[in-house]
């Protein structure tokens, strides 16, 4: 089992940034890819960003150019750079994982922009 935990949401005004951490634990070695996904009110959960294997990163088209996506050890990063308010959502930290249960999500964070 893998356990995610995110922090480091908060509110913040349009043009800001913010960096989100999500720490691993438990059963890391069984880590093949982590990513980022979000939920905006009365949307569905989407990808963010993902970093798999050798590094190789893929980024959502609204991502592109002001998301980065970076991992230390078991600590995987979201640095988010011109925010607007459609960036608005609960941001969630997923694993994919070589062993059963097959995947994990944290519980979530919430980033608030203002305009």
């Known amino acids: 089992q893998v356990r995610l935990v995110e922090s480091g949401g908060g509110l913040v005004q349009a043009g800001g940034s913010v960096r989100l951490s999500c720490a691993a634990s438990g059963s890391t070695f069984s880590i093949n890819a982590m990513a980022w996904y979000r939920q905006a009110p009365g949307k569905q959960r989407e990808l963010v960003a993902r970093?798999?294997?050798?590094?190789k990163t893929t980024y959502a088209d609204s991502a592109k150019g002001r998301f980065t996506i970076s991992r230390a050890g078991n600590t995987v990063y979201l640095h988010m750079n011109s925010l607007q308010p459609e960036d608005t959502a609960v941001y969630y930290c997923?694993?994919?994982?070589?062993?059963?249960?097959?995947?994990?999500w944290g519980q979530g964070t919430q980033v608030t922009v203002s305009s």
């Open positions: 997923y694993a994919d994982l070589d062993d059963e249960p097959w995947y994990s």
């Open positions: 970093l798999g294997s050798a590094s």
